[in-house]
């Protein structure tokens, strides 16, 4: 058994809308994977949603209001730090987190507001932190390794990790402290696919964008983007994509049609969470790890090792 | 000697006369050449003033112009016209023309980041681009685009639904506002995994924020507040 550092405290999760919608399986795997390798956290029951990247875009104080009741949850819960599953959240948090810090004023007001709502005032005391930094900071890869039951040997799995894990420095603080992963080339979650036995190849995707935001709105751009991501991961020879980003996994897998009509059926490639791959290696039946539940069907690559 | 046939249509509003006599003196070849003023007006300086009286556009002030957001920037693959540098330039000038002219570009950001964090100045360009296409819209100067009408969508499906929203209700909600969202095909592929998963129970189960009925009056309260960068 190896011993667990944890550098974060107490760690509570704010899941966000969209591990209680479609990225269910993530949020359940997630819960699974952790377990097994000793983490704990607690879940923000009562959360509201973070306004993604939308609402910030329509009114100013909404989009500082919505995350900082989740803060102020948070802390009323006696956390150190927030894990987001969603970089989109992630995202969200981290700048509300930015212009409480930075503006005064402004801090004292979206605090009163919080007050009327019947919270308490944010102390600004939290980290944000992701999901896959959370693993790797804690157990770290040797953690993952000890607790494989099926290696993955020969599985090669192209790492996507969607814009907003590590952008903007800013907000997110990436490459300001050894917590945080490379801004531009992160590496984290390579290094707990590889604890896993698979394969990980270069994937220079790593971090573009999915058109997320814009996927009704501009759906040409979307898809070319989408396109984009899987042509690189097929080009380096990946069987699987590996995704931390449920806005991604679930704009990839529902254009998947689309995609493969305009550029090619070739593109067609199964998605999978990274805690869904990680719950599978550890011994979980495809159930169990919710790989029935992908739309891209993950398990007609997966299926070689059961 | 007079100025090169060739070099004359680069020079703009160049006005040559035969004859020209100055003081007395009569003036040929090269010097009777005149350049008209070209000196452009009519900009609105107001608008650099709004833009950095906000906390998104606040670091507009902050840009030298070098064009290390627009080099990496993930719409300009797809959108020549697509440049948050000039857009930056244009605001700060005060042309609204000319940012009028770019307005089926300006709402296309994706919000991918790149720029705000490669940007050498700290200047936040993903939210000054933002700020910029929302001052245009809130003076009326532009029409309102596709992403514009989702965001707002967004919102308003957050504030209907209980302070949360998921990706069927908006969905349904994108798809009612004449946004193509799904063929029936993406309806099966989709719903065969959810229903063998039986993710299908969570996906239709109410949720909502418990004391939302509280919340909602001072949300919208606080969305009347002017917010300024102190």
Known sequence: MTQTINPYGKVALYPGCALDGLGKAYDVTLQLVTRDLGLEYEKIDD???????????????????????????????????VMSACPGCHYSLSRTQYFMTRYPKLREKVNVYLEKMGEKQYDMQLLMIHAVEFIYNTVGPEGVKARVKRPLAGLKVAPYYGCLYTRPKAYTLTGYMKLKDDPERPVFMDELLTALGAEVVP??????????????SDLPTSLHLEARILKEAKRNGAELLITDCPLGHVAIETNMNKIAEKYGKDLRMPLVYFTQLLAFAFGHSPEEALLTANLSDPMSVLKRYL | MPIPNLEKPIIKGLIQKDKVIVDGVELDGTWNAFMIERTQTGYDQSVWDEIANTIEGATISLCWQCGTCTSGCTMREYDPNYSPRRFIDLARKGDKQALIELQDSLWRCVSCQKCTHRCPKGVLVEEVVHSIHNYLL?????????????????????????GRISELLLGGASAKAGFVTMSLRDLITMMGPLMKSGLIKDLMKPNRVKNWDR??????EAMKEEVVPE
């Open chain 1, 47 to 81: 959360y509201n949603c973070c306004g993604a990247l939308e609402v910030k875009n329509v009114n100013t104080m909404a989009g500082l209001l919505l995350p900082a009741r989740n803060l102020s949850l948070a802390r009323q819960m006696g956390a150190n730090a």
């Open chain 1, 203 to 216: 994937f220079e995707a790593k971090t573009i964008c999915c058109g997320g935001p814009h996927v009704y």
């Open chain 2, 138 to 162: 809130k003076h009326g100067l532009v029409k309102r685009d596709p992403g514009t009408i989702f965001d707002e969508l967004f919102l308003e499906t957050v504030m209907k639904n209980g």
């Open chain 2, 215 to 220: 919340i909602k009056p001072v949300l919208e």
